[in-house]
């Protein structure tokens, strides 16, 4: 499995982004986005498994994963960014991995490389 992440930028506060994350190669079980901003750890933001899809609160109302996405690529639509957004995003996806392990970076087998997003006050 191979992944590439896009469609990171500079965007004002309250502005949105979309980010692409197009795969080769076999169709993981779970993909998802992490996130990792200047001396900060990675950290979860979306997972979509099984046909459900999840959110870290921060990000609840704001982010989602169009249910249309096309069958080798899951984006993420950014909406009302805030400041406290910018960072890496980075695309994951896992083999196998059990719900109560979904959020941690660790339980993810392939990343992209990763795409700023920017979020000006």
């Known amino acids: 499995v191979q992944l590439q992440a896009s469609g990171g930028g500079l965007v004002q506060t309250g502005g949105s982004l979309v980010l692409s994350c197009a795969r080769s190669?076999?169709?993981?079980?779970?993909m998802g986005w992490f996130r990792q901003a200047p001396g900060k750890e990675r950290e979860f933001v979306t997972a979509?498994?099984?046909?459900?899809?999840y959110y870290t609160d921060s990000v609840k109302g704001r982010f989602t994963i169009p249910r249309d996405n096309a069958k080798n690529t899951v984006m993420m639509q950014m909406n009302n960014l805030k400041p406290e957004d910018t960072a890496v995003y980075y695309c994951?996806?896992?083999?196998?991995?059990?719900?109560?392990?979904?959020?941690?970076?660790?339980?993810?087998?392939?990343w992209g490389q990763g795409t700023l997003v920017t979020v000006s006050s």
């Open positions: 979509i498994r099984t046909g459900y899809t």
């Open positions: 190669g076999r169709l993981p079980r779970t």
């Open positions: 994951a996806a896992s083999d196998s991995v059990i719900l109560s392990a979904l959020r941690g970076a660790n339980s993810y087998h392939y």
